[in-house]
């Protein structure tokens, strides 16, 4: 409905513009000699005449009405259940996945006069569906309610409700994730409390990287459940022979156990152990008897050395996070530049060098010739002219002494290695990192990790970046206090786990040799036994062009020295191949092709690992679905309480429909209806001129 007109001028306008109309209707009826008509129907007419000259007149104020338009909205009901295998495990598999979901599309159904419902499944992701098929291999109930708090914040929701056995795998507590929830929550709880006879492998402890030639523990958690008084036998295997075993005698119903193993390594490259606890006469469950890990044999470690002029406690901190990989040797050096052979390491930390103090002429001498790559790290003591000769990618027009206190901001579109969002998010609520405030220029191969935000302006000043080229690769941390990122981190987090991946990965990439290779075959390395396993490769011609015009096989053996045969498919620029699913193991390959007079090859390995935590924890967790609901004004029900659900959200108070009125603004000139009317009244009046015999 409309309720108020505005006009661009003051209203005694408005007195204007009748005086107007009134005038040039007057003129032309009642002074005009020509007018023939009778009196009747000349007032009739100048009435018309007055009607759309003082109409047009006031169109050209700009008038607009404002109009309330009224809004229903529907109070919301969402449901989602859970999809995970661990249900299709439970004894009441069959009427959960049958008779339970045509219940729950009764409900639906009548609640659908009070509410929209929306339904979703989740487990390993959230999807908009209400089809279940308990195949997903993880729970994340936190996942779901995050999904809730981004998704239908403001809207009328009336009522979640949740549906699954409480048995959480992945993310983090449900009910801590959905402390921001301010509707009511209701849970049904599916699965079984009870506790079956059962031994578990509940977890493995273990290093994913060994050196050849080193022995690492492989520590193994055992729990027994109503098991009191079997024995049995842990063993681990590689291949087809048993490495070491141990048996062990369950002396109580709840049976925890740990046993170590102590495992020498050879040979380099991927090996593959399968960790089995022999099963026992009257388990319920044997799929968690069994685990495979999988271990990664180098050759040696890397050497890193971190060089100085003088101790600061940024060193420490570097340090100390790079020494979390075992990957790495760190060495510490101060003002000895010329006591060491920078060919001995394989990358080196340059912490405030160049420095104003000192002349390091020699050492970058040494460094290119070496081809050693180097991660800089300025502060207060950088000479900031040098480091614009050793570093190709960046350049710093800076005023000494010149500082800024920026935090790390993520660039979403960094590409040169993959970095943990949840890290990236971490990082950016750390302190400041003292930066020179200057102007900075980016060369072409220079790409930027973290921008400096400043003072909550996110700037387009680099904070972290890497370079690269054909022959070299380096990187740059434009700031020094990373020991007050190390503090903050341990007491807000408990850990430094952003800040030592943030220092490795840094690391690996400026180690990770440049390939030059014409032809090479791409892996991920690690491939999920649940998904399809694509396989990439490369080919370059002369003038290092992609080139996609030969044929690429590729012959794959697995453990058994089975071999199979596949041919790629041209896609792009590139080659591609769809292995499907493959069955877990360690696979090598070996590629080739001919393309005119030259041939090339390929090889490596990768593997296909199964990660099966559904298997790992059968007993439904009702405990944690009766606290979520409870929480907020909702309550815990079981599948046979269906119709006292339905009950409750009937009568539920929030399940109200709310009604919002909504302003519109509209010109009156650019309304149709309000042209017709004036084309209408010039038409009648034309009409009746004519008809009447008037000029």
């Known amino acids: 409905m ?30 005009n000699p020509l007018n023939k008509l009778s009196r009747l129907i000349s007032i009739v007419l100048s009435v018309f005449r007055f009607l759309v000259v003082s109409f047009l007149a006031f169109l050209l104020l700009s008038p607009y009405i404002k109009t309330k338009h009224k809004q229903v909205e529907k109070p919301i009901i969402i449901i989602g259940q859970d999809n995970s295998s661990s249900i299709q495990k439970a004894k009441d598999s069959v009427f959960y996945l ?24 989740f487990g390993e992701d959230v999807v908009d569906s209400d089809i279940v098929t308990y195949d997903d291999n993880l729970s994340d109930y936190s996942d779901f309610i995050s999904f809730i708090n981004q998704n239908y914040s403001g809207l009328n929701v009336g009522a979640a409700i949740i549906i699954g056995d409480g048995i959480v795998n992945n993310g ?37 990287i060994v050196y050849s030639g080193d022995i690492f523990p492989v520590e193994i958690n055992i729990s027994a459940l109503n098991m009191n008084g079997q024995n049995t036998w842990v063993r681990l295997i590689e291949g087809n022979s048993t490495l ?55 050759d040696s470690r890397l050497k890193i050395l971190i060089l100085a002029t003088a101790p600061h406690p ?9 020494e979390h990989n075992p990957n790495f040797t760190v060495n510490v050096e101060y003002n000895s530049l010329n006591t060491f052979e920078v060919g001995e390491y394989d990358a080196i930390v340059l912490f ?13 001498d040494k460094i290119i010739e070496d081809e050693v790559p180097v991660l800089f790290i300025t502060g207060k003591q950088s000479r900031y002219t040098a480091f614009n000769r050793y570093f190709d990618g960046l350049k710093i027009n800076s005023t ?33 990192l003292t930066t020179p405030l200057a102007n900075y220029q980016i060369i072409d191969g220079f790409e930027t990790l973290a921008w400096q935000k400043i003072s909550s302006v996110i700037t387009d000043f680099p904070l972290i970046g890497y370079y690269s080229n054909p022959d070299k690769r380096s990187a740059v941390i434009m700031g020094e206090g990373i020991w007050l990122w190390r503090i903050q981190s341990l007491v807000r987090l408990g850990n430094t786990a952003a800040i030592d991946a943030l220092l490795s990965k840094t690391i690996m990439y400026l180690t990770a040799e440049n390939d030059k290779r014409r032809f090479k075959v791409i892996t991920d390395g690690v491939y999920n036994s649940r998904e399809e396993i694509i396989v990439k490769a490369e080919l370059y011609n002369q003038a290092l062009e992609p080139d996609n015009s030969a044929d690429v096989s590729i012959r794959l053996i697995n453990e058994n020295n089975e071999e199979f045969n596949f041919v790629f498919t041209p896609y792009e620029n590139y080659y591609l191949l769809n292995l499907n699913k493959l069955p877990v193991g360690v696979y090598s390959y070996r590629s080739a092709i001919t393309i005119g007079n030259e041939s090339f090859s390929d090889q490596g390995e990768f593997v296909v690992q199964l990660i099966d935590y559904e298997s790992r924890r059968l007993i439904a967790d009702h405990r944690m679905l009766s606290r979520l609901a409870s929480l907020h004004d909702g309550e815990m029900y079981y599948t046979d309480e269906i119709d006292e659900l339905k009950n409750r959200l009937v009568n539920l108070e929030n399940l109200k429909s709310k009604v919002h009125y909504q302003d519109t603004f509209t010109g009156l000139n650019t309304m149709l209806y309000i042209m017709i009317a004036l084309i209408l009244l010039l038409s009648i009046e034309w009409f009746l001129r004519k008809y009447y015999g008037n000029y």
């Open 2 to 31: 409309i309720t108020e007109i505005f006009i661009s001028y003051p209203w005694w306008t408005l007195l204007l513009i009748i005086t107007v109309g009134f005038i040039y209707s007057g003129l032309l009826y009642f002074r």
């Open 98 to 121: 049958n008779d339970f979901q045509d219940q729950l599309n009764i409900l639906k159904a009548e609640l659908e006069s009070k509410a929209d419902i929306e339904s979703y499944i």
């Open 172 to 208: 983090i507590d449900p009910v801590y994730a959905a402390s921001e929830i301010n509707f009511p929550v209701f849970t049904m709880a599916l699965g079984d409390t009870s506790k079956p006879k059962d031994i578990i492998i509940d977890e493995i402890r273990n290093n994913s």
């Open 244 to 298: 070491s075993s141990e048996r062990i005698n369950v002396n109580s119903d709840d049976f925890h156990r740990t046993i170590v193993f102590n495992v020498s390594t050879s040979n380099a490259g991927k090996r593959r152990f399968r960790v089995v606890v022999d099963p026992v006469d009257d388990e319920v469950v044997s799929g968690n008897n069994v685990r495979d890990i999988f271990v990664d044999v180098l």
């Open 314 to 322: 940024d060193i420490g901190a570097i340090k100390q996070s790079l």
């Open 352 to 364: 405030q060098i160049p420095s104003v103090s000192l002349t390091t002429n020699m050492l970058f």
């Open 400 to 432: 000494v002494g010149s500082m800024a206190l920026a935090q790390f901001e993520f660039n979403n579109d960094f590409k040169k290695f993959t970095f943990d969002k949840d890290f990236a998010s971490q990082l950016s609520e750390l302190p400041p």
